[in-house]
């Protein structure tokens, strides 16, 4: 049965005022004890935080994110930090590290996202030598058409021992349905993110403007309504899908809410774990 988390990218403000130990404790307080770390700078100091939770408190460190290149960022590099990527994995027991994205250059052509896919699969064989799955995780743009084939499944094919980590809001403003994705590619999801798809209403600046006669303003925000929403808050079926993730083979479900509309972090972690209770998924956590 797979473990429900969190990706720590949800809290790296947070991080960055308490440390790693401190926010990881809060973790544990609301009842989570997985976690994903990305965008967390893995200075010495905060990895040594991470193991220390590890040992104190029982954190599962279930995945790190990694760039393939550099480019930046708090993410190491496989490329140039290789060496290091391996060590902190190896330090803090995560067995997945994950790209979060493919590099921009790879989107321009369908032979650039081939040579992408061919150093992505190389770099995979590399790190399951050293006991390490590679994830590969998607946004909506991997379902678009390169040569009459969708990016991702291009990126399946052409990289076979990359893994894949399915984030379903991101399959579902692709114009796909997350649970025939995560069925389409079962045995190959080994980590998804959990994270609502939610349509708002336009905020209050948006009907000042239209009060204020600027329709073209007010018509920009009423197009722009999806958002990321807490789990069990959006138009998302959250039985199908962790069910479908399960028979899928998934290991690791991590919840991941890139904006939270004002609210704090830990409070819309709350309320995605409450829901998760309420539908039934207490044991998964």
């Known amino acids: 049965m797979p473990t429900i988390g969190v990706q720590m990218m949800m809290l790296k403000a947070k991080v960055a005022e308490a440390g790693p130990y401190e926010t990881l404790r809060r973790l544990t307080d609301i009842g989570f004890r997985a976690v994903e770390i990305s965008q967390i700078p893995m200075s010495p100091d905060n990895v040594a935080q991470m193991s220390r939770a590890r040992e104190d408190l029982g954190v599962d460190v279930g995945s790190l994110s990694a760039t393939l290149e550099a480019r930046g960022g708090a993410n190491d590099s496989l490329t140039a930090n290789y060496d290091k990527v391996v060590a902190d994995a190896t330090r803090l027991g995560a067995r997945h590290i994950r790209i979060g994205m493919m590099p921009f250059w790879a989107m321009e052509s369908l032979e650039a996202l081939l040579e992408f896919c061919q150093l992505a699969d190389k770099t995979a064989l590399q790190l399951a030598d050293a006991g390490i799955a590679l994830s590969y995780h998607n946004h909506h743009y991997e379902f678009a058409k390169a040569g009459g084939r ?46 609502d798809y939610r349509i708002g209403l336009p905020g209050a600046s948006a009907f000042e403007a239209l009060r204020q006669g600027d329709d073209a303003t007010f018509r920009a925000a009423l197009a722009d309504v999806v958002q990321f929403g807490e789990v069990g808050e959006g ?24 904006q939270h509309y004002g609210r704090d972090p830990f409070d819309c972690l709350v309320t995605s774990y409450d829901n998760l209770v309420e539908l039934g998924y207490r044991q998964m956590m």
Do not use: C, M
Not at 152 to 180: F, K, M
């Open 150 to 195: 969708h990016l991702l499944d291009i990126i399946s094919q052409e990289a076979p021992n990359l893994r894949l980590q399915l984030d379903v809001h991101w399959v579902q403003r692709g114009g796909r349905d997350p649970v025939r994705t995560l069925a389409k590619y079962a045995g190959r999801v080994d980590l998804v993110h959990l994270k």
């Open 235 to 258: 138009t998302l079926d959250w039985r199908e899908i962790i069910d479908q993730s399960v028979e899928s083979g998934a290991q690791y479900l991590f919840i991941e809410q890139d």
